[in-house]
């Protein structure tokens, strides 16, 4: 085994004095990565279709978290997200030479509000989340672009029940 030399050795003081003083002020600064976010009650009742992908997808992750039970029941409930729109879009936004469409953005919309059912009272107002996501497509990979639509629409999804989630955590009762 051949020994460094001394500007070898250099290099890798100072590249491990560089990765320290980076640990220590990314750990200094409060940055923490993102946890799943805690809902502030017991009992929720979620509005969304029986066959929403986005409702599948948020009851699954709330009965992983733990600490708030879904029930079917609105009187069993203390509050009720009540889904107020939920759909999907996709709009051609660019066209090739020859007039056929070369790119679109998709679209995922979600309206919602949050009420408590004791009173009524609203936690949160008529809140809409929109996400967006371009695509490009060519005449000879149209297998292979429906696959990445229907990729980026479950990225959006998923994206759309952590935005929701994070809302839901944010309600002060």
Do not use: H
């Amino acid at each position: 085994m051949t020994r460094p030399t001394g500007t070898q050795a250099r290099r890798r003081f100072a590249r491990a004095l560089a990765l320290l003083t980076a640990t220590a002020a990314v750990s200094g600064c409060g940055f923490q990565l993102r946890g799943s976010a805690q809902l502030p009650f017991e009992t929720l009742q979620a509005g969304f279709a029986p066959n929403s992908a986005i409702g599948a997808d948020f009851r699954r992750l709330v009965r992983v978290q733990g600490g708030t039970r879904l029930v079917d029941r609105i009187e069993e409930a203390q509050v009720r997200l009540e889904i107020l729109q939920e759909v999907r879009e996709k709009e051609i936004v660019g066209f090739s030479s020859t007039g056929r469409p070369r790119e679109y953005q998709l679209r995922l919309r979600l309206r919602f509000r949050l009420t408590e059912v004791a009173n009524g009272a609203e936690l949160i107002a008529p809140t809409e989340l929109l996400l967006r996501r371009e695509i490009t497509t060519t005449d000879t990979q149209l297998v292979a672009k429906e696959q990445e639509e229907a990729l980026l629409y479950r990225e959006m999804q998923t994206d759309m029940v952590q935005q929701l989630l994070r809302r839901l955590s944010a309600v002060r009762r």
